[in-house]
Structures are given as C-alpha cells and as structure tokens.
C-alpha cells in the first residue's frame, strides 16, 4: 500500500511540474474515449438527423439552412467538409475535436478561479470522462462546439478580470460572438460580463474608467468577429437566415403578417 501511495505521489508531483504534457495526455485520452464511443455505439439522434438534412440541403442548393438555428454549427461542419469528409462524419470529428479541447478550457477556468495547478488538472481529467459531454461528442450536435466557445469565453473573462488586461476581454468577447452565433444563450454571458464589471467599479475593484474601457475592448471585438462571420459566411445567406428567424418570431407575437418573413 505504501508503494502504491508513493508511485501515486510521485506521479501527481510530475503531473503538477509537466502541465503542458500532461494535458496533451488527458486531450488524446479524452479523444481516444469519444472515439471508441463513437465506434462502439454510431447512433444519429432526431436532432442530428435535422441538422444532416440542413446540411445536405445546403450542399445540394448552395443556399444557407433558413430555420432556428443559428448558422455557425452549419458552417463549421461545411468547413470540416472540404477534408474530403461526408456531413456525417465532419459533423462528428468536429464534435469529437471540440469536445476533447474542452478539457483544456476547464484546466484554464479552475486555474483561474483557484491557481492550484492540481485541482485543475483533475478538473481537466474528469471532463475527460464526462459522460453527458461523451455523448455529445459523438453525435452531429451543435452543443460541444456551443460549450468549447462559451468556455474559452469564460475563461477568457475570468482572466481578464483577474489580470486586469484589456486584450483578454476584447478576446473573451471574439469568442462569445462565435458563441452567439452557435446558440443564443451566449445572451446570458454577455449579460454577466456587463453586470460584473458595474459591480467591480462600483466596489472599486476597478475605475469606472477601467471598467469602461474594458466593455468597449469586449463590446468592440463581440461586433468586430460577428461582421466578420458575416462577410466569410455570405453576407445575404446570412442576412437572409436572421430575417427568416426574426420574421417567424414577429409572426409569432403579432407584430408582422405571415408573408412578411423570410421563410414564407
């Protein structure tokens, strides 16, 4: 028993000197995981199979998915798609990639929140292992790459805040644009972000001054990155998507006839 708490002891202490080799150890475990599920049990959920059907759709007509979801998870699978790979299979390594980078974010968020290099990679290591996310991870779902880019937004945030450095929230604020345009409640992060910084300067953590320069730095690159998915996505494939998911919800309370929206 004493040499097994020693080798133990002596593992977690080279894990904690070695945390670059370390988390490229639990990245490849985490991918190895998702991918023997993935093997083992290549299941397509209703959810998957609406978004394959987009997919496909788009490929066929070369117009851009007119629904409720927002257009990046779309875009992100045509990316992987010019590898050679068929939607089924670039929808999945895309989650499968995604997902297992999402041990590295947590590894980033708890070494932020408590700066113990060993709590945060067992952090890291139990992501590697989470069964809700490694069953998203191998399926065509929107929701790893959602939780990969409002994790790095987090993460970045947390840093920003902590470090006081400008450059951090202008990219936590790149990132929850990516964010936004993979599901909406990215909305609750931006809420956060603001809210949090207008308690930070009214406790003086930080000058309203600070505290203004720093929202502009995240507001500034949020619109920046968003015009710029625009412009790489195609301006009118996208226009036209939000138009359509605008009208239908106008439609919805009243406020625009039924032929007035983009889809009908």
């Known amino acids: 028993m004493k040499k097994i708490i020693s080798v133990m002891q002596k593992t977690t202490r ?4 070695n945390p670059a080799w370390t988390l490229l150890f639990i990245v490849l ?31 066929e007509s070369g117009i851009m998915p007119q629904s409720f979801i927002p257009p990046m998870f779309y875009c992100l699978v045509r990316a992987v798609m010019t590898l050679g790979l068929g939607p089924e299979h670039a929808g999945v390594w895309l989650n499968l990639v995604s997902g297992s980078l999402l041990t590295v974010i947590i590894y980033g968020i ?9 709590i945060s990679l067992f952090a890291a290591a139990l992501m590697a292992f989470h069964s809700s996310i490694n069953a998203l991870s191998h399926e065509v779902q929107r929701d790893v790459p959602y939780l990969f880019f409002a994790g790095a937004a987090v993460w970045l945030a947390i840093a920003g805040f902590r ?8 990219a936590a604020g790149a990132f929850t644009a990516l964010s ?9 992060i931006i809420l956060i972000v603001f809210c949090t910084l ?20 995240f507001t500034c690159a949020f619109f920046s990155v968003l015009i710029l998915f625009f412009i790489v996505s195609g301006y009118n494939d996208v226009c036209a998507h939000y138009r359509y998911y605008f009208g239908e919800k106008l439609q ?3 406020l625009l006839p039924a032929d007035e929206t983009g889809g009908k």
Not at 14 to 17: A, F, G, R, T
Not at 180 to 188: G, V
Not at 198 to 217: D, P
């Open 252 to 254: 919805a309370v009243g």
């Open 198 to 217: 207008t308690v930070f300067a009214a406790v003086r953590c930080f000058s309203w001054k600070q505290s203004i320069g720093y929202g502009l730095s």
């Open 110 to 118: 708890a070494m932020e929140s408590t700066c113990s290099r060993k």
């Open 180 to 188: 936004l345009a993979t599901r909406y409640e990215t909305l609750e």
């Open 29 to 59: 475990l985490s991918l190895g995981i998702k991918f023997i599920l993935w093997r083992v049990d290549p299941m397509i959920s209703r959810d998957a199979s609406f978004y394959l059907h987009n997919i496909r759709d788009w490929q």
């Open 163 to 170: 470090r006081k450095k400008w450059y951090l929230l202008a």
């Open 14 to 17: 080279w894990c904690c000197e």
